[in-house]
């Protein structure tokens, strides 16, 4: 079988350990031949990556928090000055204080709202800025660019609050990115992965029991698979996703078309 990213060069943001949809992206990345570079933010979460990358055999780690702008004209200078040529960029992050997690949306606050805009919707655009000029020119193939989202951002998810909103925003950026850096040959999309448990849904109240219902609801009668997921970001990153831009793309077996369910 072909390597669909053979001599591809992928920069992929927000690893934190080998349960996160980051983690299982990057190993399909590398399955498939590309190139792979992680990045990690601040020195606790150093070790980790590095040891994970060695696992991957990973091309490169270097440092990056997206919510510091100098971190990020870092990176990309570092990329630039090694001669890198990027093909795909992967944004995995997303953050909420967990206490706007677990009480009613409208006791929000203001600094968790922002805070929470700020690392899962505003770092996308931040991102992309920091990286476009590393993309190869149209001619060349340009790039693809992608983010995770959920279906909280359309839907009401109990529990879920304010990271549902952040999600909405960063579908909407998704949408006004590939509009504006499609004349680039830039592809912008975003994948709606289903509940998997990760380490950071951990943290949204009673998330076991979105699980269970989940694979009760869902078409599929399963959750998602964290490799049905990565296997669709090869997908978007390789040349078989060449005319796909702007879209939200949902990887959930089939929750998203649910709306009511009878219980007994």
């Given at each position: ?29 590398i399955r498939e031949g590309a ?141 006004y990115l590939a509009a504006d850096?499609?004349?680039s040959n830039i592809r912008v ?76």
């Open positions: 079988m072909p390597h669909l990213m053979e001599g591809k060069v992928a920069l992929v943001l927000g690893i934190a350990n080998k349960w996160s949809i980051a983690h299982a992206i990057a190993k399909a990345f190139q792979v570079i992680l990045t990690y933010q601040g020195e606790r979460q150093k070790q980790t990556v590095e040891e994970l990358a060695a696992e991957l055999k990973a091309h490169q780690v270097l440092p990056c928090d997206v919510t510091d702008d100098a971190q990020l004209d870092a990176l990309a200078n570092e990329l630039k000055g090694q001669g890198t040529v990027l093909d795909t960029v992967v944004h995995s992050i997303a953050f909420a204080n967990r206490e706007d997690l677990s009480r009613p949306f409208v006791e929000t606050s203001r600094a968790g709202f922002a805070l929470a805009q700020d690392v899962s919707a505003y770092s996308l655009i931040a991102v992309a800025r920091a990286t476009q000029p590393l993309m190869a020119p149209p001619e060349q193939g340009g790039g693809s660019i992608m983010t995770l989202t959920y279906l909280g951002s359309t839907r009401v998810v109990e529990n879920y609050n304010v990271m549902g909103v952040a999600k909405a925003s960063l579908e909407a950026s998704v949408r850096l499609g004349p999309n975003a994948i709606s992965a289903g509940a998997v448990k990760t380490t950071s849904a951990r943290g949204i109240r009673d998330f076991s029991k979105m699980l269970e219902g989940g694979a009760k609801l869902a078409p599929l009668r399963r959750n998602t698979d964290p490799a049905e997921v990565a296997d669709t970001a090869v997908f978007l990153a390789s040349h078989l996703g060449r005319g796909v831009t702007g879209n939200i793309i949902y990887v959930d077996a089939g929750m998203q078309i649910i709306g009511f369910a009878l219980t007994e």
